[in-house]
């Protein structure tokens, strides 16, 4: 099979996604790094995308450049990912797709609702793939979660309940940092903080376990940090579609908390439960059953948990992998074979949805707010 043509716009040098996407994109062979315009710094991205192997002619300035240079090459990039800062997505991922490329658009996907409604549309009108990456869905033992539920071997779910707290930025001394201060400067991160940053990976893991969207939330936010405009902490219950009671805690001051994104499903006739720092494994209980451990890797698995386990079982297979399961399933999907679970703009923009309903529920003592985008009502 030949490689498909890949190009990055942001995930320079010393950037935090970055490393990741690359390892991700590049892990199977599906993709060779053609393209990118790497850093906001003119130079600095030539320079690292040529000391990457980009060609020199194809290591660009900036987003406007590479978009011309591509455009008209028969060989132009199958695929561009946008991994800049928030505030940029939108322009980028709508200049793409209208010239008629296939876009992974970090997220959030935009900055409004109005402006992720546009995204579908384009999307739509444009015939090409617009995924989102929220990468921790292609985890094996997501995969085999959704699975469960939708075989029924949990029964009708009634409970989700989720977090993704950390402590990194629980250091009042900190605030002021400048990599830390702008996700809490609604200038720069928008309407929302914490929440928008690690809250709506969340939200999104409930609805793709569950199989089912948000219906309506009631949220509480809280700055604990006084300087901080944006929140810094929330909780967050919902309601799902199909009835699924859904509560949700995202923190970035849980000082203690390393990486700690969890969820766990209750069904009428069993659990399941799973954490990030121990992403290989899956622990379901049945109803008035032993508690087990569900393995990646291992013989039995819904086919595809087996399909995206890549090495053999109880090696440890961490998030680049997961993200590099992101870019096998677009690459099947712009070879004609798409594949059920790919994170796509209707997810981004169901996420914008949400976050402007939990702001706005927030400001009004927690009252509840319809979280659908209205286009989807
Ligand atoms: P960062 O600040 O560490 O790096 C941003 C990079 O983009 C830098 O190399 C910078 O030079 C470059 N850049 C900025 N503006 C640019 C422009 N106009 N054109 C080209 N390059 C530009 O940011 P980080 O943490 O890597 O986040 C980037 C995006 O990835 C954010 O939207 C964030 O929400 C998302 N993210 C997603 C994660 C996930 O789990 N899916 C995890 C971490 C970040």
Redesign the pocket.
């Known amino acids: 099979m030949t490689k498909l043509k890949w190009g990055m716009?942001?995930?320079?040098?010393?950037?935090?996604?970055?490393p990741a996407h690359r390892l991700g994109a590049q892990a199977d062979g599906r993709f060779e790094f053609a393209a990118g315009?790497?850093?906001?710094?003119a130079e600095e991205?030539r320079a690292y995308g040529q000391r990457l192997g980009i060609a020199a002619d194809r290591a660009y300035g900036?987003?406007t450049e590479m978009l011309a240079g591509e455009r008209n090459r028969t060989d132009r990039v199958d695929l561009v990912t946008v991994?800049?800062?928030?505030a940029?997505?939108f322009e980028i991922t709508k200049a793409f797709l209208e010239a008629g490329f296939n876009v992974l658009c970090?997220?959030?996907m935009t900055m409004d609702v109005e402006q992720g409604e546009e995204i579908v549309r384009i999307a739509k009108a444009s015939g090409k793939i617009c995924a989102v990456?929220y990468?921790y869905s292609a985890y094996p033992m997501i995969r085999q979660a959704r699975a469960m539920v939708r075989a029924g071997e949990i029964g009708k779910i009634r409970l989700v309940v989720t977090n993704f707290s950390h402590g990194h930025h629980g250091d009042a001394g900190d605030a002021n940092n400048p990599r830390v201060r702008w996700r809490y400067d609604p200038a720069m991160a928008g309407v929302s903080g914490q929440f928008a940053?690690c809250g709506i990976?969340a939200l999104h893991m409930a609805g793709f376990i569950c199989d089912d969207t948000v219906e309506k939330l009631s949220a509480d936010f809280a700055s604990t940090i006084p300087s901080r405009v944006l929140e810094d902490d929330a909780m967050v219950n919902f309601r799902m579609t199909g009835g699924t009671v859904g509560r949700l805690w995202t923190s970035s001051v849980a000082i203690g908390r390393q990486h700690g994104f969890d969820i766990q499903v209750f069904g009428e006739t069993g659990g399941l439960r799973w954490a990030s720092e121990q992403p290989n494994q899956l622990i379901y209980t049945p109803v008035g059953g032993r508690t087990q451990i569900i393995e990646k890797g291992e013989g039995g698995l819904h086919p595809d948990a087996q399909r995206l386990s890549r090495v053999s079982i109880a090696h440890p297979e961490g998030f680049p992998l997961a993200v590099a399961n992101i870019y096998c399933d677009l690459a099947d999907a712009i070879n004609g074979e798409a594949r059920d679970g790919l994170p796509l703009a209707p997810d981004g923009l169901r996420s914008m949805a949400a976050v402007y309903a939990a702001v706005e529920s927030a400001k009004a003592d927690g009252v509840w707010v319809d979280a659908r985008p209205p286009m989807f009502r």
Request: proline share 6%; net charge negative.
């Open positions: 716009i942001g995930g320079g040098e010393g950037s935090q996604i970055g315009a790497l850093d906001h710094r991205g900036d987003w991994a800049t800062p928030n940029t997505h970090e997220k959030p990456n990468c940053d990976h």
